[in-house]
């Protein structure tokens, strides 16, 4: 009868030990997957700010070319125009039928000129700049939710005995370092 106790109580104490052993390491590689995941969404973020830095400076040119180029193709359609009808009074009926013509130009000219692009890129950039500031904005959220979570486990009681054991410390929050929390200013000029 003694023996059968000792059995019990050694199966009961050896079961509650593999319990014990198996939370502990199911525990253990809990904290280090968030670990692992703070170090991604941490990475997640300076990616965020480097495509923002890679996306502003390669759009801003490209609005730039657009406004230069549009800019150059006006000014020839002005002085053309403006060549044309240089001299011309309204009294002298030659010069005038000279006028027709010129409109005739004018009209094919103006049928010929280039579609206005730099409204259109201008409206583009800054589409993508608030899509860019959205997407910093969701890694910082989801990096502060990975280590709320991780806080909280280090914290928490029981987690926090292997923890303790393990030297899982706390992690801060993201804090944006200087400069980085304004977007780049933009010199469409």
């Not at 109580?9 to 079961?15: E, N, T, Y």
């Not at 657009?66 to 002005?78: A, G, M, P, Q």
């Not at 002085?79 to 009808?85: I, K, L, N, S, V």
Request: aromatic share 12%.
């Amino acid at each position: 009868m003694i023996l059968e106790i000792l059995l019990i109580v050694l199966a009961i104490l050896i079961f509650t030990s593999l319990i014990i052993v198996g939370w502990s390491i199911s525990t253990y590689n809990w904290f280090v997957s968030l670990r692992q995941d703070i170090q991604t969404q941490f990475s997640n973020i300076k990616a965020e700010y480097q495509r923002r830095v890679d996306l502003f400076y390669n759009l801003v040119n490209t609005v730039k070319s657009f406004k230069k180029h549009e800019k150059s193709t006006l000014k020839e359609v002005i002085q053309a125009r403006t060549a044309g009808f240089s001299g011309v009074k309204a009294t002298d009926i030659k010069k005038m039928k000279g006028m027709d013509k010129m409109f005739s130009k004018l009209m094919v000219l103006f049928e010929k000129y280039p579609d206005i692009k730099a409204g259109e890129q201008h409206n583009k950039l800054m589409d993508e700049l608030r899509v860019t500031e959205d997407r910093i904005n969701i890694a910082r959220t989801d990096y502060n939710n990975v280590v709320r979570s991780y806080n909280v486990g280090v914290k928490s009681f029981p987690s926090n005995l292997i923890a303790g054991r393990f030297k899982f410390a706390l992690e801060t929050f993201f804090k944006n370092e200087e400069g980085t929390d304004n977007a780049p200013k933009i010199d469409l000029n």
